[in-house]
């Protein structure tokens, strides 16, 4: 069975067109094409970028996109199990840590509570043993302790002093200028992929965060939540792994002088 890069290669050869051709019409680095064809899969970036070039590649020879796209998807998958029977396949899954169960916080909480309690107790004694004076009585304070202890403490009483915090949201609007390839995430969904036209404007909503690949970086220019946005990069510049988030979306917002 031929694989994607061989289809492809076949597909194009056929219609007598070449590389650089569609490399000048798909902003596509002309050795990301080579190297598909070629099956150096390794050479390709990352797969959800790989599947962007698959698609773009595809569509630009009238093939239909999801069926190359599964060919490559079986291609990954058959190399995978063989990489696997060898020994040799590293995970490429990263996880992110899991928060700290929320019985384990209330514990530390109460155990910094008992420390504040005792350094308090020590402050005071050596304060009263410099004055010369008898040492305080720690017998009620050891009761406090003791009562601190023996209280059961309750989830409720803790959450309910945390104000309710608003939920905030990122809005994009992206303006094309100039042919370019462009794919993005929307909470690691992907909500578009393809090559657009100069003229076309995109909206897209994200609660968390936005991933954008973009072949011609200096061919768009976009608003967050309305504020016009920094370059993405110069013409005809690839870029990938553009991450924009509820917490570092205001490094993309273009400053006044700059506008």
């Known amino acids: 069975m031929a694989s994607i890069g061989q289809e492809l290669k076949r597909e194009r050869e056929l219609r007598g067109i070449s590389l650089k051709e569609i490399a000048d019409a798909t902003k596509i680095n002309v050795r990301f094409l080579r190297a598909l064809e070629e099956d150096r899969l390794e050479m390709l970036p990352e797969q959800f970028f790989t599947r962007g070039i698959i698609r773009t590649y595809a569509k630009y020879l009238g ?49 910094f509570m008992v420390l504040v309690i005792l350094a308090l107790i020590i402050i005071i004694y050596f304060v009263f043993r410099n004055d010369e004076s008898p040492p305080p009585d720690t017998s009620k304070m050891e009761s406090t302790i003791q009562n601190i202890e023996e209280k059961p403490i309750t989830t409720p009483s803790i959450t309910q002093e945390e104000p309710e ?21 929307a909470d690691q969904e992907m909500v578009d992929s393809g090559i657009k036209a100069p003229g076309e404007r995109l909206q897209f909503k994200a609660l968390q965060e936005f991933l954008i690949h973009i072949g011609n970086a200096g061919g768009i220019t976009y608003t967050i939540n309305s504020e016009e946005g920094i370059k993405f990069g110069e013409l005809g510049e690839v870029k990938r792994d553009i991450q924009i988030t509820l917490d570092n979306y205001q490094d993309f917002i273009a400053k006044k002088e700059e506008l």
């Open 63 to 111: 093939l239909d996109e999801q069926s190359a796209l599964n060919t490559y998807l079986e291609d990954l998958q058959t190399r995978e199990t063989q990489e696997t029977s060898n020994g040799d396949k590293k995970s490429k899954v990263r996880e992110r840590p899991e928060s700290l169960p929320k019985k384990k916080k209330i514990s530390l909480l109460f155990a």
């Open 165 to 185: 915090i608003e939920q905030e949201e990122l809005n994009i609007e992206i303006t094309v200028q100039q042919e370019t390839w462009l794919e993005i995430f």
